[in-house]
């Protein structure tokens, strides 16, 4: 069946009442009064050296200054850049030697979302510190299919404040199957990454995370996208490849161009849907990837397409001449394999609960050195993601497991929406909603699973698992305690432990309990 006789879909899918607008603390996107400008597009990251089998990379977190808007440049973070990061390429099968350095004033990590590496110091989740001034070097193989995978910073309970300064990249998966298929691949002409994020802007064009926190999710009137303000595309092919990737630390983006002209999805979290989805409207929640092919052929040059989320227009595309294309989408893109799960395995329970400060994980707050789940490595088991939140109409937790991708198999017992049915490491939870998933562990440590409103992780909603070997069911692993990290970032910030202001860790005070 050819796409054209495809479904469209014209919703978001997800329950409206739930949609963060609805919480009191929303901040609607507003158009800023500054010139439209071209979109950034970050450039890629060059490898140090390489052979035909293995790549030596360095990622540079940095502070900087980057001129967002006229006037005075705001003070940021990047990878290898001043703000966000050069997009970094893999290609599975090569093994990679990465050095990590921190120029930061603080100690932070190195978080690949959606890589399927190790736990829990080459996965860089709170356990991985790269100190000021400090080089380490990780090393992994890629062993996974094409996707858009991310990195950011993980250092609970800052993960928050150093996304919002700018550490988040682009990480790009790319393998012989999607080389071989007729899509979009000329980076930054036809195959884009676009970064959603939002931001306030203060006196002299400064961020200020703290005047902005919220418990639920901090958020800023104005659309920040690949870090431009007001950005415009020029697009020269009939056809674009978008890479979305919701990086805000709270926003919901529900998508739309102007026309209603059709949103095709080719793929999610962790690559490639087995088939084609045709859509006008998408919802992203934080963290999740999803990839679209765009179809200008019916316009010409100097008309204009507008994307939008809810009313607010985000991107500008500008339509130049271009040659035709006749290029089609394959009705089928993968083949989707996940393992069977053995009848008698244990199924998992996840009860996400409560929101602003009085948020937990199957009733606790993190703690670093408590292991909540174990799994062994290699077996399949299914997850049940559960929702609890009633008032208000609820809110929707974007729930994100470390260590692989998994495969959702329903909602409430209904099949998963359409455009999820490849490999996802990320899933909306609707309230009142069970979500269950399967999930097989390739590597053996400890992983967080968490909900990637970063405000809530930080809060405390947020767990950690060990995936264990039959040869080691108890092994140790020398995880980072509270008291270390309290101590290191006073040190580095020149002050007491009780004069640390961290304002996630009032989550915990209001509760009653602690990240140990």
Known sequence: MSTEEKPVYQDYFFNETAYDYHDGGYVPLE??????????????????????????????????????????????????????????????????????????????T???????????????????????????????????????????????????????HGLAAMVYVEDDHEDSLALPHDYGVDDLPIVLQDRRFHEDNHWDYDADYDPDGTAGPTALINGTVNPSFDVTTPKLRLRFLDGSNRREWRLHLSDDLIMTQIASDGGLLPEPVQMTKCMLTCAERAEFIIDFSDYKAGDQVT?????????????????????????????????????????????LAGTDEEITINGLKFGMMRIDDRQEIGKTEYWDITNTNDCCGGMIHPYHMHGGSFQIVSRNGEAPYPNELGYKDTVAVNPGETVRIKMKFNFAGVFMYHCHIIEHEDGGMMAQMQVYTPEEPEKKYDLMAMDTLMNALAEERGCTVEDLQIKSLDSYKKMGMDMC
């Open 31 to 108: 158009v800023y009064d500054a010139p439209r400008v071209p979109l950034t597009i970050p450039s890629l990251l060059k490898p140090d050296r390489e052979t035909d089998t293995d790549v030596w990379l360095t990622v540079h977190a940095q502070p900087g200054e980057t001129q967002i808007l006229p006037g005075a440049k705001t003070k940021t973070w990047g990878y290898n850049q001043s703000l966000l990061g050069q997009t970094i390429v893999f290609r599975s099968g090569k093994t990679y030697h990465v050095t990590l350095k921190n120029s930061l004033p603080e100690l932070t």
């Open 110 to 164: 190195f978080h690949w979302h959606g890589l399927d590496v190790p736990g829990p110091f080459i996965d860089g989740g709170c356990h991985a510190p790269i100190y000021p001034g400090e080089e380490k070097e990780i090393t992994f193989t890629v062993n996974q299919p094409a996707a858009t995978t991310w990195l950011h910073a993980h250092p609970c309970p800052l993960t928050g404040w150093d996304v919002w």
């Open 307 to 351: 994307l939008y989320s809810d009313d607010t227009p985000i991107l500008i595309f500008n339509i130049n001449d271009f040659v035709t294309d006749e290029t089609t989408l394959p009705d089928k893109l993968a083949e989707i394999s996940y393992p069977d799960v053995d009848p008698n395995a244990l199924v998992h329970q996840v009860v």
